[in-house]
Each structure stands twice: as structure tokens, then as C-alpha cells.
């Protein structure tokens, strides 16, 4: 990949930056510049980048496309491809891959270690612990979460991974996707109301799409209700915001453990002081172990696409 | 008074957990002191002998009234100062302030069942309960199961950092310092399980469904197993990145996880602990967590409850909790049905429903 100019959207991983470098890259890297100089940043280099390293914050959008003349192809570091302008991308010719698999299981877990955080209020006894105040009393009663009712909004690779852990805390699991999949020991409800209205945690595990943005929104945060746990590792938009935000502090919904959110990296303020709520930033394929892998997967369609050879996964 | 249980979500009644917990933590002290005043009966409320020849149950310490209520629906509750104590045949007895040893049993020498209210039996000398044609039953896997739980979730929180990181983040650092740094996967890594009890396979039939391979220590293997038996805690400890401690405390296992085995362990290994404090020597595992001689732990249990050492209040890479797995509403609830269940199999002559047998 000798020469090749590379745009990177976001500070990598080292091993990633090594790797690309030691390979010929030319790297142009465009969180350096301020926001508002990142077009202008693109088209200065434009002659020289031919392929873009994206992830879930900054991917490809419309007006970066189109201030990238010789833009190949669009490597993201992630599974979502939100960020993307998928239509785009076609309409130039434009490869695009992404990571899926090599994360499938850390976002799982995350998934299920999230929920028995939030359910048995693991973070916010740890304080009680080092503060002291075990001294003085006992801390309060936590809520069990073997047996109980999950429901999974998708059921893709991540959401298979996720009933297939929960299954093991024997808990019923139920699930909404476009249509019914083959899976005899899983409930299928055909609307996400329909799902929250039967499970105690909701897990958000589908793609973002123009369909499923606020997919939970006012009424299926209702329909889960003040006992009711949301888990939200797929994407901020997901999930209505400000109606999440209102119905936990107003005590309408019983929890929720979020690793996502809609403005990254900034989290809603009203949630800091609430213990039925556990706030990850963004972490839920950050390993070493995987966050490798996902940039073997980069660096392996990147030198694909330049050797004319067939790409590892591509989705474009 | 908010009856404990229907405790949801948010209502937290603090003077009834007290009672929960002071009734059914086992501490160590209890292996070492001896209580002079166990018997205490703590309701003002006298105690009615009811008519219609319900079987008498002594009972030592209660809960709280709604067992006393929930208990004489079935049976005669009778106190330790009542006349009648040193005839009852069956007794209901707390880990936390009962000892059934030989003192005790020549005290109230009818007796011919014990039913206690938590899941440890350490409290209760099971050789001479045999001996003299005692049965024993404790209140089955309903704890258990929360144990469980609780122990995959201080593992995923120290691997992936949850605690931590949610600190983090309402500490406005993400928005100033960017990301976290990242965790370690789960899948793949190496369980090693001290004590294959019903604690014990609960955890390892939830860590397989995360893709770890598990090993374990017990006195002898267990049959229809599918895990690796391995017969000392050294090479346990070698084979393993990850120790999970759930075994019940004895004289043998005291100390189980000391200086040797924490090295054996080693740098990238991480130690979770769910069962006794005194499994662990803490003060060596201090030492090396301060070394970095291990990566970390999570830790539900402390020699010293409630003190946990403060080296380890100041480390980013362990989870501290103030002994919490074992209760939760639901099973609670269930402890009572258990413990009235096992009492009408004995008094109808059939088997104990969750009996406990010394092996």
C-alpha cells in the first residue's frame, strides 16, 4: 500500500497506526482539525486520499464523499454503518467494509454484564463499599436476573449472542426483527410495543436505519415500565432520548445500562445521580483482543482492495 | 413498615435487610468466638402456643414478625426460654447466631431436625448431627443462584472495566480525556472454579455460554461433568487466567488462596471471590494486587466485614461490593417456603426436601 493516502476520522488504535504507516501508508488525520476546518482539511488533501479508516462517531457522509474525488474505498472500524452514506458510496463506486464477527461476542457481553450491573446495582454498591458507609448499615436489596423475561430489539449475529448467554441464567427469551427467524425456543412479537409489553429487559441490538431510529421511543418505554431494564449497545438514536432520560428520573422506567448515546461523548447530565442506571462510554467492543482483530480486518481489506484481490467483508 | 417481601426496585426498607443480613451472614468470627448470648429471642410479641396440636418448631432467632406470623400458620413456634424447648424435635436456626454443635445439641437433646435459613453450613457440626440421627437441610440453591449471577457480574465488571468506566463518564472525563482505556475479552479465557457445588456449576454453566473453558478443584471429581478436574489448587491456579472462589469455608479450605497460589496465578490473572473472606489471605493478595503481581479482583467477601482495606478502596482494577450476592427479593421470599417445606417432610416422615449430608 505504498503511498497510498489514507484519511483517518478518529485517533486509532496504536497497533492500527503502526500497521498503516509500516505498510507505505500516507496518513491524513482528520480528527486533528477542528470541526469546522475538516471539509477544507479534505479538499486540500483530496488529491492524494483514496481510502477513508472510519468508525462509529465519523464515517463517510455525503459532503466528505464529494470532497474526495479519488476516495476507493471506506474501511470502517466498527460493524454499524450508520455513518456511512451507503447510497453514496454505490452511486461512486465506492467499496465499503466493516468488522462484523470479530466483536460479536465482547458486545455481548457487555450486553449481559450491563444488565446484571444495572439489576444488582454493581457500580453503585462499589461506591457504597469504598465510601464507608458499609460501616454505618447494610446496602439495599437488589433485584435478581436469572429467570427473568429478556427481550432483544434484532436478532442478528449480536442478538443471537446475546439470548445465547442469557439462556444460561435461564431466561425466556422473546424478540421483534422485520420477520420471524427459525428459532422454535425464542418468542417472536411483531412489534417492539408488543415485545417491551412482555420482557423485563429490553436489549437494542439491531442496525441503525432510517426504520429502527427511535425505535424505542415514548410508548415502548412505557409498554417496558417502572420494573422494566433497557440495555441499550447499539446506537444512540435507538432510542428517544430526552423520553428516556424523562422516565427514569421520573421513575417510569425501573433502569437502564447504556453504552451508547445520542451525542458522544456527552451523556445527559439528569442520569449522574440516579443508581438504577450504568453509563459505559462507548466500550462495548473495547478489548485489546478485539479492537486487534478489527484493525486486522481494516488492514486486511484495505490491502485487498489495493492488490485487486477479493475483500474480506465487504458490505459495498 | 414496608414488609421485606415486597421490596421493588427503588424501595429500599433498610431496617428490614439489617435484619436479613445480620440473620444470615456467616462471618469468620463465628469459627473462632464463641457467642455467649445466641439464644436471644428479639419479639416483644409472647409467643401463643396455638391450639389444634400444630407441631412445635423451637426457633432461636426470627427474622422479623412476618416470619413468626408465616411460621404459626404451620406450626407451634416455641422459643429457647419456653419449658417445652427441651422437647421440640425440630429447630429452625440462623448461620449468623446459631452454633449446632455438641454444647448445643445436649442441650435440647430431641432433636432430630435442623432447618437452617441460609445456604453455608459452617456453623453446624455435621459429623456429630449424624451421629446422634440429626438431620440438617439448609435452604437449597435459591441463594445460589444469585451467588452466581453476582460472581459472572464482578467478572465482566473488572474485565470490562464497568464500574470504572461508568465513574468515568459522570465524572464528565470522556467529554475532556476521550476514551477509556480498553478491557480484556471474557471469551476464550480460562475459569478456574474452587468448589463445584450448586454455586459453583451455576457459575460455570453461565461462563461457558460466554465461550470460557472451565476447570475445577474439589475434594474429588465430580460424575456426569463435562469440565476439567484438577485435583490441587496450585495447578488450578497455573492453568488458569481467571480463579473463581466458591467453596464452602472449612478448616481446610481457610486460606485456600494464599501467596503461592496468587503467583501461580500470575500477572494477567484476576481473582473473584464470592463465598468467605478468610478463602482469601487478604493481606497477601494486596500485596499483590499493589505489585501487580495479579491484574485484578472483584470481591464480594472481606476477612473483616465491614472494613475492606484501604489499598484496595484506592485501585482502579478491582470491584469492591459490601457482600450483596447472595440477596435478592425473590429468593427471599422463597427462603421461608423452603424452610416450612423441609419441616413438614420431617414431621410427616419423609425425606428433608433440601437435605445437607457430611461428606
Given at each position: 500500500m505504498d503511498k497510498i493516502g489514507v484519511l483517518v476520522t478518529h485517533k486509532p488504535l496504536p497497533y492500527l497506526e503502526q500497521e498503516l504507516t509500516r505498510r507505505g501508508c500516507r496518513l491524513f488525520r482528520l480528527w486533528e482539525s477542528p470541526e469546522s476546518r475538516r471539509l477544507e482539511f479534505c479538499r486540500e488533501n483530496s488529491s492524494e486520499i483514496r481510502a477513508i479508516v472510519g468508525n462509529s462517531n465519523f464515517g463517510a457522509d455525503a459532503a466528505t464523499i464529494d470532497a474526495l474525488p479519488k476516495l476507493e474505498i471506506v474501511a470502517s472500524f466498527s460493524v454499524g454503518l450508520d455513518k456511512v452514506d451507503l447510497p453514496k458510496c454505490k452511486e461512486r463506486g465506492i467499496r465499503v467494509t466493516n468488522t462484523p464477527d470479530v466483536l460479536t461476542d465482547d458486545v455481548a457481553d457487555l450486553a449481559i454484564g450491563l444488565t446484571i450491573s444495572v439489576m444488582r446495582r454493581i457500580p453503585s454498591a462499589d461506591k457504597y463499599a469504598r465510601s464507608g458507609a458499609w460501616k454505618k448499615g447494610e446496602y439495599t436489596l437488589t433485584t435478581r436476573f436469572s429467570g427473568k423475561r429478556v427481550g432483544i430489539l434484532g436478532l442478528g449475529r449480536i442478538g443471537l449472542a446475546i439470548a445465547k448467554r442469557a439462556e444460561a441464567f435461564d431466561c425466556p427469551i422473546s424478540y421483534y426483527s422485520r420477520s420471524e427467524k427459525p428459532h422454535p425456543n425464542y418468542t417472536y412479537y411483531s412489534t417492539p410495543i408488543d415485545l417491551a409489553s412482555n420482557c423485563d429487559i429490553l436489549v437494542v441490538a439491531c442496525a441503525l436505519t432510517e426504520e429502527t431510529r427511535h425505535i424505542v421511543n415514548r410508548a415502548v418505554i412505557d409498554a417496558l415500565g417502572p420494573k422494566g431494564v433497557l440495555i441499550n449497545i447499539g446506537r444512540g438514536p435507538h432510542v428517544d432520548e430526552p423520553e428516556l432520560v424523562a422516565a427514569l428520573v421520573e421513575g417510569r422506567l425501573g433502569g437502564a445500562g447504556l453504552d451508547v448515546f445520542d451525542n458522544e461523548p456527552h451523556v445527559p447530565e439528569e442520569l449522574f445521580a440516579l443508581d438504577n442506571v450504568v453509563l459505559v462510554p462507548h466500550v462495548a467492543s473495547a478489548t485489546i483482543e478485539t479492537r486487534t482483530a478489527m484493525a486486522d480486518l481494516v488492514l486486511g481489506n484495505l490491502e485487498a482492495h489495493f492488490l485487486k484481490k477479493p475483500l474480506l467483508t465487504a458490505v459495498v | 413498615?414496608?414488609?421485606?417481601?415486597?421490596?421493588?426496585?427503588?424501595?429500599?426498607?433498610?431496617?428490614?435487610?439489617?435484619?436479613?443480613?445480620?440473620?444470615?451472614?456467616?462471618?469468620?468470627?463465628?469459627?473462632?468466638?464463641?457467642?455467649?448470648?445466641?439464644?436471644?429471642?428479639?419479639?416483644?410479641?409472647?409467643?401463643?402456643?396455638?391450639?389444634?396440636?400444630?407441631?412445635?418448631?423451637?426457633?432461636?432467632?426470627?427474622?422479623?414478625?412476618?416470619?413468626?406470623?408465616?411460621?404459626?400458620?404451620?406450626?407451634?413456634?416455641?422459643?429457647p426460654s419456653s419449658p417445652l424447648s427441651t422437647s421440640a424435635r425440630a429447630a429452625l436456626v440462623s448461620a449468623?447466631?446459631?452454633?449446632?454443635?455438641?454444647?448445643?445439641?445436649?442441650?435440647?437433646?430431641?432433636?432430630?431436625?435442623?432447618?437452617?435459613?441460609?445456604?453455608?453450613?459452617?456453623?453446624?457440626?455435621?459429623?456429630?448431627?449424624?451421629?446422634?440421627?440429626?438431620?440438617?437441610?439448609?435452604?437449597?440453591?435459591?441463594?445460589?443462584?444469585?451467588?452466581?449471577?453476582?460472581?459472572?457480574?464482578?467478572?465482566?465488571?473488572?474485565?470490562?472495566?464497568?464500574?470504572?468506566?461508568?465513574?468515568?463518564?459522570?465524572?464528565?472525563?470522556?467529554?475532556?480525556?476521550?476514551?477509556?482505556?480498553?478491557?480484556?475479552?471474557?471469551?476464550?479465557?480460562?475459569?478456574?472454579?474452587?468448589?463445584?457445588?450448586?454455586?459453583?456449576?451455576?457459575?460455570?454453566?453461565?461462563?461457558?455460554?460466554?465461550?470460557?473453558?472451565?476447570?475445577?478443584?474439589?475434594?474429588?471429581?465430580?460424575?456426569?461433568?463435562?469440565?476439567?478436574?484438577?485435583?490441587?489448587?496450585?495447578?488450578?491456579?497455573?492453568?488458569?487466567?481467571?480463579?473463581?472462589?466458591?467453596?464452602?469455608?472449612?478448616?481446610?479450605?481457610?486460606?485456600?488462596?494464599?501467596?503461592?497460589?496468587?503467583?501461580?496465578?500470575?500477572?494477567?490473572?484476576?481473582?473473584?471471590?464470592?463465598?468467605r473472606g478468610a478463602h482469601i489471605?487478604?493481606?497477601?493478595?494486596?500485596?499483590?494486587?499493589?505489585?501487580?503481581?495479579?491484574?485484578?479482583?472483584?470481591?464480594?467477601?472481606?476477612?473483616?466485614?465491614?472494613?475492606?482495606?484501604?489499598?484496595?478502596i484506592e485501585m482502579e482494577n478491582v470491584v469492591l461490593t459490601p457482600h450483596q450476592a447472595v440477596f435478592t427479593p425473590e429468593s427471599m421470599g422463597e427462603v421461608i417456603q423452603i424452610c416450612i417445606a423441609n419441616f413438614e417432610a420431617f414431621f410427616a416422615g419423609k425425606p428433608l426436601v433440601t437435605p445437607v449430608v457430611a461428606d
Amino acid at each position: 500500500m505504498d503511498k497510498i493516502g489514507v484519511l483517518v476520522t478518529h485517533k486509532p488504535l496504536p497497533y492500527l497506526e503502526q500497521e498503516l504507516t509500516r505498510r507505505g501508508c500516507r496518513l491524513f488525520r482528520l480528527w486533528e482539525s477542528p470541526e469546522s476546518r475538516r471539509l477544507e482539511f479534505c479538499r486540500e488533501n483530496s488529491s492524494e486520499i483514496r481510502a477513508i479508516v472510519g468508525n462509529s462517531n465519523f464515517g463517510a457522509d455525503a459532503a466528505t464523499i464529494d470532497a474526495l474525488p479519488k476516495l476507493e474505498i471506506v474501511a470502517s472500524f466498527s460493524v454499524g454503518l450508520d455513518k456511512v452514506d451507503l447510497p453514496k458510496c454505490k452511486e461512486r463506486g465506492i467499496r465499503v467494509t466493516n468488522t462484523p464477527d470479530v466483536l460479536t461476542d465482547d458486545v455481548a457481553d457487555l450486553a449481559i454484564g450491563l444488565t446484571i450491573s444495572v439489576m444488582r446495582r454493581i457500580p453503585s454498591a462499589d461506591k457504597y463499599a469504598r465510601s464507608g458507609a458499609w460501616k454505618k448499615g447494610e446496602y439495599t436489596l437488589t433485584t435478581r436476573f436469572s429467570g427473568k423475561r429478556v427481550g432483544i430489539l434484532g436478532l442478528g449475529r449480536i442478538g443471537l449472542a446475546i439470548a445465547k448467554r442469557a439462556e444460561a441464567f435461564d431466561c425466556p427469551i422473546s424478540y421483534y426483527s422485520r420477520s420471524e427467524k427459525p428459532h422454535p425456543n425464542y418468542t417472536y412479537y411483531s412489534t417492539p410495543i408488543d415485545l417491551a409489553s412482555n420482557c423485563d429487559i429490553l436489549v437494542v441490538a439491531c442496525a441503525l436505519t432510517e426504520e429502527t431510529r427511535h425505535i424505542v421511543n415514548r410508548a415502548v418505554i412505557d409498554a417496558l415500565g417502572p420494573k422494566g431494564v433497557l440495555i441499550n449497545i447499539g446506537r444512540g438514536p435507538h432510542v428517544d432520548e430526552p423520553e428516556l432520560v424523562a422516565a427514569l428520573v421520573e421513575g417510569r422506567l425501573g433502569g437502564a445500562g447504556l453504552d451508547v448515546f445520542d451525542n458522544e461523548p456527552h451523556v445527559p447530565e439528569e442520569l449522574f445521580a440516579l443508581d438504577n442506571v450504568v453509563l459505559v462510554p462507548h466500550v462495548a467492543s473495547a478489548t485489546i483482543e478485539t479492537r486487534t482483530a478489527m484493525a486486522d480486518l481494516v488492514l486486511g481489506n484495505l490491502e485487498a482492495h489495493f492488490l485487486k484481490k477479493p475483500l474480506l467483508t465487504a458490505v459495498v | 413498615m414496608a414488609p421485606y417481601l415486597s421490596i421493588s426496585l427503588n424501595e429500599p426498607p433498610l431496617s428490614a435487610q439489617a435484619d436479613i443480613k445480620r440473620l444470615t451472614t456467616c462471618s469468620t468470627k463465628f469459627l473462632t468466638e464463641k457467642k455467649t448470648n445466641m439464644y436471644a429471642f428479639p419479639t416483644n410479641k409472647p409467643v401463643t402456643v396455638t391450639s389444634g396440636g400444630l407441631p412445635p418448631i423451637l426457633v432461636f432467632r426470627l427474622l422479623s414478625d412476618e416470619w413468626l406470623l408465616v411460621l404459626s400458620t404451620k406450626f407451634t413456634v416455641i422459643s429457647p426460654s419456653s419449658p417445652l424447648s427441651t422437647s421440640a424435635r425440630a429447630a429452625l436456626v440462623s448461620a449468623a447466631y446459631n452454633r449446632v454443635d455438641t454444647d448445643l445439641l445436649n442441650q435440647y437433646p430431641s432433636l432430630r431436625c435442623i432447618v437452617s435459613s441460609g445456604a453455608g453450613v459452617n456453623h453446624i457440626n455435621l459429623e456429630e448431627c449424624q451421629r446422634r440421627g440429626v438431620q440438617v437441610a439448609n435452604v437449597g440453591e435459591t441463594h445460589s443462584i444469585n451467588v452466581a449471577d453476582y460472581a459472572v457480574g464482578l467478572l465482566l465488571d473488572v474485565m470490562r472495566r464497568i464500574t470504572m468506566s461508568d465513574q468515568y463518564v459522570r465524572n464528565g472525563l470522556w467529554v475532556t480525556q476521550g476514551d477509556y482505556p480498553l478491557g480484556s475479552k471474557l471469551g476464550g479465557k480460562r475459569v478456574g472454579i474452587v468448589g463445584l457445588g450448586s454455586i459453583g456449576s451455576a457459575i460455570a454453566k453461565r461462563l461457558k455460554a460466554f465461550g470460557c473453558q472451565i476447570s475445577y478443584l474439589s475434594r474429588k471429581p465430580k460424575p456426569n461433568v463435562n469440565y476439567k478436574f484438577i485435583p490441587n489448587i496450585y495447578d488450578l491456579a497455573t492453568e488458569s487466567n481467571i480463579l473463581v472462589v466458591s467453596c464452602s469455608l472449612t478448616k481446610e479450605t481457610h486460606h485456600i488462596i494464599n501467596e503461592q497460589v496468587l503467583q501461580a496465578l500470575g500477572k494477567e490473572g484476576i481473582i473473584i471471590n464470592i463465598a468467605r473472606g478468610a478463602h482469601i489471605d487478604e493481606t497477601e493478595l494486596v500485596q499483590s494486587l499493589v505489585k501487580g503481581e495479579i491484574r485484578g479482583a472483584g470481591l464480594d467477601v472481606y476477612e473483616n466485614e465491614p472494613n475492606i482495606p484501604k489499598e484496595l478502596i484506592e485501585m482502579e482494577n478491582v470491584v469492591l461490593t459490601p457482600h450483596q450476592a447472595v440477596f435478592t427479593p425473590e429468593s427471599m421470599g422463597e427462603v421461608i417456603q423452603i424452610c416450612i417445606a423441609n419441616f413438614e417432610a420431617f414431621f410427616a416422615g419423609k425425606p428433608l426436601v433440601t437435605p445437607v449430608v457430611a461428606d
